[in-house]
């Protein structure tokens, strides 16, 4: 479950991605004598980088979201998920809302110090979105 | 003789409509070496399908086109194309983009270095090594574009209205730049554009090709000395017979 939430942006992603990339890319590699094998490696898959990375965050941040749920269900005895019904069982609603704060921060600091950098590095590299 | 054509056409198959579009009709055409070609012609005449098939990117439906006696079965480097809008890729800084189609070929990396150098001060782009596509104007981006494509060393250079992205004033001086650079290094140019001023400027012969499909209606071959002044007396007159010309093809007022 986890799994697949996660996987299924990332695929449809990069899948958009290197369908999106201007034929032209492709058509001057070509001209330039490239194999297929160098044209998805050395083109492709370059001009796909922004949608693959975006996939990914999405991609996280669902299996972040499923993991946590699954926690609460299944209780697997750790996490904090299982925490937050923990502390629900036990009427400790502050610890609820700690854990809850600290899904929190875990996902935001991996969207703006892991994703978010990456993704402006790249858009800087290509020029993209700086108007 | 670098290029012939011979009786080709091409047509596209367009499955909604469910008959075919002729984009190209019997088209015979031979480029000697080191000429300077010119192909002008109304828009959706088939010139950039011609460009297409002699680069390898799509076959005639009928006829051959050979380079140096060979036919022609998909693209090549000996056949460099300068494409109309920006092809460099954007992850990638100039000289990258410029040793990128050797590397493709094998050439060792300081053999590579060497090239793209001489290369980028040919287009009087050196300092710009290290900048990525998108902080160059529109204008120095075809300049590396042609670099790129020169660095191949390609027995003929076919260019689909390169500059026909520009304003006049640039395009005037890549134009100018184009042909020093033609008579510096002896090459062979297949050029497209609509310009009628941009072709007499350039071309040592200027192919005229009809409305769709295209018949080339005209090969005019120039021979007045570089470089042309577009106000002189036979540059009037053969803009004047261009005109004539393009107006027989397509009399103004009939659907395009
Ligand atoms: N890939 C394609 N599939 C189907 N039809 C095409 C294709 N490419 C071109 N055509 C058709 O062939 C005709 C000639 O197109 P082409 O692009 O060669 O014209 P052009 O002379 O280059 O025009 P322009 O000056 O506008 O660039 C057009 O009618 C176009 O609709
Ligand atoms: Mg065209």
Known sequence: ?131 | MVLECRNVSKVYVNRKLGHGVVALNDINLTIAKNEFVCIIGPSGCGKSSLLHMIAGFERPTRGSIRLHNEEISGPSPERGVVFQESSLLPWKSVRENIEFGLAIQGCPRSERQDIAGRYLNIVGLQGFDHARPHELSGGMKQKVAIARTLALDPAILLMDEPFGALDEQTRKRLDFELLELWQQRQKTILFVTHSIEEAILLADRIILLTVRPGRIQLDLELSLPRPRNLFSKEVVEIRQQLLAELMLCCPPGQPV
């Open chain 1, 1 to 131: 479950m986890i799994f697949i939430m996660g996987l299924t942006p990332i695929i449809i992603n990069t899948a958009g991605g290197i369908r999106s990339i201007p034929p032209i890319y492709i058509k001057s590699a070509r001209m330039m004598g490239a194999t297929r094998f160098l044209i998805f490696f050395r083109v492709m898959l370059p001009a796909a980088t922004l949608a693959i990375v975006t996939g990914l965050r999405i991609g996280l941040a669902n299996s972040w979201r499923v993991l946590i749920a699954a926690e609460m269900i299944v209780g697997a005895g750790v996490g904090l998920g299982y925490a937050i019904i923990q502390s629900r069982w036990s009427l400790d609603f502050e610890a609820a809302f700690v854990c809850v704060v600290i899904i929190c921060v875990i996902g935001l600091v991996v969207e703006k110090l892991g994703f978010e950098v990456v993704e402006k590095r790249i858009m800087a590299q290509m020029g993209l979105g700086q108007d």
